[in-house]
């Protein structure tokens, strides 16, 4: 039941600049290159027991426990993903385990991609009560970030075949001026395939800088956020 689980406090990444949205980032993010077991057999079904050929122009990030400390090593989960090239990556983005993003050459973010932690102490298998409250947590500590925070519906999803819960959000029209960026979002909580009182929380964002997207049915499906998407893997590298 939700009132056994006492819930850890959730964390992530925030996106740079976008506490100001619209404006240049606050700072450059150093660029580096970094370089599972299927959860049962559907996954295994659907995406085949062997890794997918890495889409060209792209480069690859493993989590990795090495150098993690407090509740990023606490709850430490292992995970992967493929992402553009182009995109600049900080590795240590703490309190998260990683940020990726898409900017423009005036450094306004395009897109953005991290992934943070969050925990319990009890299984939160199937508990959609208790993920609903730990992403309503993640909403309240990341909407001071972005101006005109607009929570817009929730519900159970799925990542790559991952079944997840997820909150979504925009930037409330009528706080828009002239000049200044529009932005979607989507904070996704996945479970650990070894304990399902731990996870991963992806967050991801796109403004109106994104080609083909217009709206929060195109984040993650448009633009270049489905590379990352369609290349996520929980579990230690093969």
Request: aromatic content about 8%.
């Amino acid at each position: 039941m939700l009132g056994c689980l006492a819930l850890i406090v959730v964390v992530i990444a925030l996106f740079g600049g976008l506490a100001y949205l619209g404006l240049k980032k606050a700072s450059d993010v150093a660029e580096s290159q970094n370089a599972n077991a299927d959860r049962n057999a559907n996954r295994s079904a659907n995406r085949g027991t062997t890794p997918a050929p890495r889409p060209s122009g792209t480069r690859h990030y493993a989590n990795a426990r090495q150098g993690r400390t407090g509740n990023l090593d606490k709850y430490y989960v292992d995970f992967s993903f493929d992402y553009p090239s182009s995109w600049k990556l900080d590795p240590a983005p703490e309190p998260s385990y990683v940020r990726v993003e898409h900017s423009t050459a005036d450094d306004l973010t395009v897109e953005n991609f991290s992934v943070g932690w969050f925990g319990a102490t009890g299984n939160a298998k199937g508990n959609t009560e208790l993920l609903a409250k730990m992403a309503g947590q993640l909403a309240d500590q990341v909407s001071g970030n972005f101006p005109g925070f607009q929570k817009v519906s929730e519900g159970e999803t799925t990542v790559n075949s991952y079944d997840g819960y997820e909150l979504r959000f925009q930037r409330d029209p009528s706080t828009i001026s002239a000049g200044q960026l529009n932005y979607w979002g989507r904070i996704v909580l996945l479970l650990s395939d070894d304990d399902p009182s731990r996870g991963v929380s992806l967050i991801m964002l796109a403004t109106d800088k994104a080609e083909g997207v217009e709206g929060l049915d195109g984040v993650g499906v448009r633009g270049e956020l489905p590379v990352i998407l369609n290349s996520f893997r929980l579990g230690a590298p093969e």
